[in-house]
């Protein structure tokens, strides 16, 4: 099992190492095992809410007897909405083939539509659409999981629509205590939006930026800092990473 920068084992190991169990959500889990945050949790008896729109990785899931919800998620509930499905076709990524795991989501937007143009060039990638239930994740979890009183972990891999997925879900009733969300491109509205949302920049660890719940700052290492004042720095948010000191004390 193998993630990108060991995401799953540094916040496990730094926030969860004394929890024997707790829950974990995952939106856009793709493969059960390759790339998947949640594979190292459910070996340790974690409860993982695993969402993912594609049937193709749901059959994977269902086939080792997990739990999927086959959705889309957003900030609206709706039915047959184009999910547009991008097929690697085998391109070797961290030691295995990739499949649909790149670019598959609501919409192709903006750096990913810049990025996928480019990788088309030097590869077969194809591109198909098909009919999805979107849902907001309130309306997720109120369906399938209405009794999962706290998450501890929330995941986010949906190819630049994560903050779609962070308005569906009510802070107010659910408040995870670490969320880990894919921002590959460094958008500065990803940090603007989690701090509005009551949540510190913790780092990031490529593609993906870690988000502590200010409650819980005492549990950030002190050095950490410099991690969050070179992500703002390259994010262009001199002003706050000047002001990051003031953060985290």
């Not at 810049?114 to 659409?129: G, M, P, R, V």
Request: charged letters at 25%; one cysteine or more; glycine letters at 4%.
């Amino acid at each position: 099992m193998v993630t990108e920068a060991n995401v799953d084992l540094i916040v496990h190991d730094t926030f969860f190492r004394k929890q024997s169990t707790g829950v974990l959500i995952e939106v856009g889990a793709a493969r059960p095992d390759h790339l998947s945050i949640s594979a190292s949790y459910r070996s340790r008896d974690w409860r993982i809410v695993a969402i993912e729109p594609n049937p193709n990785f749901c059959a994977l899931h269902r086939a080792l007897g997990y739990n999927v919800l086959q959705y889309a998620c957003s900030d609206e509930d709706a039915d047959n909405v184009p999910f547009f499905v991008a097929d690697r076709h085998g391109t070797p990524y961290l030691g295995e083939p990739l499949s649909y795991e790149s670019f598959s989501s609501l919409g192709i937007k903006d750096e990913y539509a810049t990025l996928l143009a480019n990788d088309q060039q030097k590869e077969d990638i194809t591109i198909s659409t098909i009919p999805v239930q979107v849902r907001r994740l309130d309306t997720i979890l109120a369906q399938h999981a209405s009794d999962v009183s706290e998450i501890d972990v929330l995941a986010i891999d949906v190819e630049g629509w994560e903050l779609s997925v962070m308005r569906g879900l009510n802070l107010v009733k659910h408040r995870p205590k670490v969320v880990i969300m894919e921002n590959l491109f460094y958008n500065p509205g990803y940090q603007l939006f989690m701090r509005t949302a009551g949540y510190i920049f913790w780092q990031h660890l490529h593609p993906n930026d870690v988000y502590v719940r200010e409650d819980l700052r005492s549990f950030i290492p002190k050095h950490i800092r410099e991690y969050a004042k070179e992500w703002l720095a390259r994010a262009g948010l001199l002003n706050a990473a000047r002001r990051v000191k003031r953060v985290f004390e």
